[in-house]
């Protein structure tokens, strides 16, 4: 897409402070964070919103799925789980999709948001 802002942080055309990035995957704090950490990831495809994802896209999915904890972790925000549900720590994952679902970005993202309990009392 010829004026997609996360097309072009994927293409090195545009800034970003990343925090991964492979063959298929970017991932990067995002400019306007609504917790103490906040990332995107981001398949490099334009995929416009999950509503467009098929069976083709299930194992980049599960990727980024996969991708979720380990980064939350690498910064500081992952879970320890006790296996009864008394851990500590812990994030947020979403996607936002159409207008209605808050997507503001017309190229897919998985948000990562951690931190004590960073949802609460904000957007």
Same mark, same amino acid.
């Given at each position: 897409?010829?004026? *997609? =802002? $996360? *097309?072009?942080? !994927? /293409?090195?055309?545009?800034?970003?402070?990343?925090?991964?990035?492979?063959?298929?995957?970017? !991932?990067?704090?995002? =400019?306007?964070? !609504?917790? %103490?950490?906040?990332?995107?990831?981001?398949?490099?495809?334009?995929? #416009?919103?999950?509503?467009? *994802?098929?069976?083709?896209? /299930? #194992?980049?999915?599960? +990727?980024?799925?996969?991708? #979720? %904890? +380990?980064? !939350? /972790?690498?910064?500081? *925000?992952?879970?320890?789980?006790?296996? /009864?549900?008394?851990?500590?720590?812990? $994030?947020?994952?979403?996607?936002?999709?159409? %207008?209605?679902?808050?997507?503001?970005?017309?190229?897919?993202?998985?948000?990562?948001?951690?931190?004590? +309990?960073?949802?609460?009392?904000? +957007?």
């Amino acid at each position: 897409m010829d004026n *997609c =802002i $996360f *097309c072009k942080i !994927a /293409a090195k055309q545009i800034p970003s402070k990343s925090v991964y990035e492979d063959e298929e995957l970017i !991932a990067f704090h995002d =400019i306007n964070p !609504a917790s %103490p950490v906040h990332i995107l990831i981001v398949p490099k495809q334009h995929i #416009a919103t999950l509503s467009e *994802c098929n069976e083709k896209h /299930a #194992a980049m999915l599960g +990727r980024m799925m996969v991708l #979720a %904890p +380990r980064l !939350a /972790a690498e910064l500081g *925000c992952g879970y320890e789980g006790d296996g /009864a549900g008394k851990g500590s720590g812990g $994030f947020k994952t979403q996607f936002n999709t159409g %207008p209605d679902g808050g997507q503001e970005v017309y190229h897919l993202h998985l948000h990562v948001m951690g931190g004590p +309990r960073p949802w609460r009392g904000q +957007r």
